[in-house]
């Protein structure tokens, strides 16, 4: 660990503020009976449930369930038959003992919510449970509101959520989500700190996110996928090819931002190191392909190769030390030259010039995630790189994003070769089509053909506010803020 970055990190760490809520209710409930409570919008934070007895003094404790959810969907979710493979400990759910009454009970854990629903399991003939109020602290580290972005309803619709999911996931580090994980990732953190720069400007947190990977980075060098930072600060065991790489061009992106040449003159070695060490992956100028499960992220698809995405991440990453390079004026040439080889090998190995598009793995599959890469990698024109995405669009057995991540580099790489007002339509069908199903924050997870689809094998897990998401306010402000 190395403690000069962590005291770094710590000494950006912020302040959350915290708001409160309540809900009086005096909803009397007897045995298996329980009641729904909707605070109107999604908050992430700390409920006291305040309750009282019903008829002849209680002679037994009251047991109760509460369930806390995002979505109304989420209410009907059957818990108990929840076997999926990220762990059970994640469900938003406590069962509790209400020993004396009156009484008022803090729940100790921090919760992400918009709905309480709270369902009495047992107390005795002779009484009943009243639940008088919840009142609720909601934390964020999020400045106040800002105002909301858009030509037209549907668009200052989506920038409404999206801002919202970003001030839920600024907590005291930009977290994935806060129901789930609540913890700092990569290739979610490139993502919030863009949306930041165009919105909160909380430029600090940012600054923190960049210390805590570099203080966690092992022996080596490498950069974990994802830190800790309860109870103390570790680095997660396992490390992603893509999500190392994009240390260089989030750091290249908060110089840019803030012009902080003492941060990055710090960091600067260690960005250098995840091209180096990435370079492992090469049989000289070509990358290998890996059977290891998650090596790779590009996207949720546990069908998708992610060879030739990788290598055109690589090339993405490098290009950005490059840019980082020459704006510190530093020397780049080794860096340029690498860039030149690794993009002419890329277009030899993977483009299909029959099919006018990158294919993958031994089978030659052929993915948005891949392509959609190579057009941010910039390995040809933005003129070339229009026609393959039409192509691609034309492709039927291309394998589709599922995740808003994905979804956000399609609509940049449209952006970044013309096709501005097919981004701002992708835009809004996709993001547009979460708030059409109610979406108080955007989700982990969301294909409109399957709106209900899980990864992990029921939805009562999946995260339905999650940093990735947060994009179209970046969209929205740095690109369609006229016309």
């Keep these: ?37 909707d605070f109107g919008m999604h908050l992430v934070g700390y409920a006291k449930l305040y309750c009282s007895a019903v008829g002849a003094h209680y002679d037994a404790p009251a047991l109760i369930k509460v369930r806390f959810c995002e979505t109304a969907q989420e ?41 309480i629903k709270v369902e009495v399991i047992a107390t005795s003939p002779k009484f009943k449970l009243r639940v008088d109020k919840i ?5 964020t580290s999020a400045p106040e509101k800002i105002a909301v972005c858009g030509r037209n309803k549907l668009e200052k619709a989506i920038d409404e959520v999206a801002l919202k999911t970003l001030s839920e996931c600024m907590q005291y580090e930009f977290e994935d989500g806060p129901k789930r994980d609540m913890r ?53 065991d396992t490390s992603m090819f893509d999500y190392s790489l994009l240390f260089v061009p989030t750091l290249y992106d908060y110089y840019m931002t803030t012009g902080d040449r003492q941060t990055v003159n710090e960091l ?85 010039k029959t099919q006018g598009l990158f294919v993958s793995g031994e089978r030659s599959q052929i993915s948005y995630a891949t392509n ?22 034309n492709c039927k057995s291309a394998i589709k994003p599922v995740t808003p991540y994905m979804m956000h580099h399609y609509v940049q790489a449209l952006i970044n070769s013309g096709l501005s007002d097919t981004g701002r339509k992708v835009m809004c069908d996709y993001w547009g089509g979460m708030v059409e199903k109610g979406a108080d924050t955007f989700w982990e997870l969301y294909n409109p053909e399957n709106p209900n689809e899980s990864p992990y094998g029921g939805r009562a897990v999946n995260s339905y506010c999650h940093a990735w998401s947060c994009t179209p306010s970046y969209f929205l402000r740095k690109y369609f803020a006229e016309g």
């Design 268 to 352: 600067l070695p260690l960005a250098e190191k995840q091209i180096e060490l990435a370079r492992k992956q090469f049989d000289g100028n070509a990358i290998r392909d890996c059977d290891r499960l998650g090596w790779c992220f590009l996207d949720w698809s546990l069908e998708l190769n992610k060879q030739a995405g990788a290598q055109a991440v690589y090339i993405y990453a490098e290009k950005a030390l490059v840019r980082l390079l020459k704006e510190l004026n530093k020397e780049c040439g080794e860096y340029e030259s690498d860039v030149g080889l690794k993009s002419v090998k890329a277009i030899e190995r993977f483009y299909d």
């Design 75 to 115: 209410l009907d979710e059957d818990t108990s038959a929840y076997n999926g493979w990220i762990s059970k400990g994640w469900l938003q759910e406590e069962i509790i003992r209400l020993n004396e009454l009156p009484c008022k009970y803090a729940f100790n854990r921090r919760f992400a919510f918009r709905y």
């Design 372 to 393: 959609v890469w190579f057009v941010l990698a910039e390995v040809f024109s933005s003129q070339e790189n229009a026609s393959l995405l039409e192509r691609l669009k």
């Design 184 to 236: 700092l990732w990569l290739g979610d953190l490139r993502l919030q700190a863009l949306t930041n720069y165009q919105t909160y400007r909380h430029n600090d947190l940012v600054k923190r996110c960049l210390y805590l990977f570099a203080a966690t980075a092992d022996e080596n060098g490498n950069i974990s996928q994802c830190v800790f930072t309860k109870p103390e600060v570790a680095p997660d």
């Design 135 to 139: 009142a609720v602290k909601s934390v």
């Design 1 to 37: 660990m190395n403690t000069e970055f962590l005291k770094k990190a710590e000494e950006a760490k912020p302040r959350l503020t915290n708001k409160s809520h309540s809900l009086k209710s005096e909803r009397i409930l007897g045995e298996n009976e329980s009641v729904v409570y």
